[in-house]
């Protein structure tokens, strides 16, 4: 069925073979898009299984709606089809939707402003509502690109784009020299509260890079991860940290945690 309004009046009526056909071809993608099993690399679901909202989400695409996997899919195929100088940004814009274009996105009702249906994501879990709300993917990527574009704006005489380096390491080997650093602010992984790579695996299954999660410095069951290993992944950052601080400079630890063990 059809549910349709102009104004206050609304109507409810079968839908007419232009609109069925409509229908029909957005549910069906022809682009490529990720069918990879969830936590492929070891073979299983991992530690933010539950059987109560995951029951039959083997895949990535099942997170996604058909409708909103084909139009993930036709924006990802016209991405990757930019320019160098602009796919990367691209991409950046892209798997910064992933999660709340997905079936992840909540639906919120407000009593006082019915109108208002914003949905959202529950933070550091894989949660799956029984009543999503599903976004428009074109409206998700504008917003995304318009939020990029002011924080740039922002920035723009902050300082020297020339002075500023960003890599994504190890921060148990940086590559950096010894005693090269003036300060240094970290804030370490939470033990076993957030499982931070498999948070990323719905937009790695994307640019199919994935995660080496054998030396994430987490607790894990299932990655057979207990205290000491968590120690041991922790420490190597620490005295990476000590190696490339200039001697008598300051490093800020931000940590909390409910388990004092941890």
């Known amino acids: 069925m059809v549910n349709v309004g102009t104004g206050r009046e609304r109507d409810l009526r079968v839908p007419t073979p232009a609109e069925s056909a409509l229908a029909s071809d957005a549910d069906s993608t022809g682009d490529w898009h990720p069918n990879t099993p969830m936590m492929f690399q070891s073979g299983a679901w991992g530690d933010m299984y539950r059987a109560g909202y995951h029951t039959g989400v083997t895949h990535v695409h099942h997170f996604f709606t058909r409708r909103n996997l084909t139009a993930l899919a036709r924006a990802w195929r016209e991405i990757n089809q930019l320019p160098a100088s602009l796919r990367a940004a691209g991409r950046f814009v892209f798997t910064g939707t992933v999660q709340i274009a997905s079936r992840m996105s909540q639906f919120r009702f407000d009593s006082r402003n019915p109108q208002n249906t914003a949905g959202g994501i529950m933070k550091g879990v ?72 498999e948070l990323s695996f719905l937009w790695e299954a994307w640019l199919r ?54």
């Open 126 to 197: 894989l949660f799956v509502p029984s009543m999503s709300k599903e976004a428009r993917v074109p409206d998700l990527m504008e917003r995304r690109f318009d939020s990029i574009e002011r924080q740039q704006e922002a920035e723009a005489g902050w300082t020297d784009p020339a002075q500023v380096a960003i890599s994504t390491v190890s921060a148990a080997a940086t590559g950096m020299p010894a005693n090269s650093v003036d300060y240094v602010f970290v804030d370490p992984p939470f033990g076993k509260n957030i499982i931070y790579s």
């Open 209 to 262: 890079v994935f995660t080496n999660n054998g030396e994430e410095a987490i607790v894990s069951s299932f990655q057979g991860k207990a205290l000491p290993d968590y120690q041991r992944l922790m420490q190597a950052c620490f005295e990476e940290c000590f190696r490339v601080l200039k001697p008598g400079r300051w490093m800020t630890v931000v940590f909390s945690n409910s388990q004092s063990s941890v």
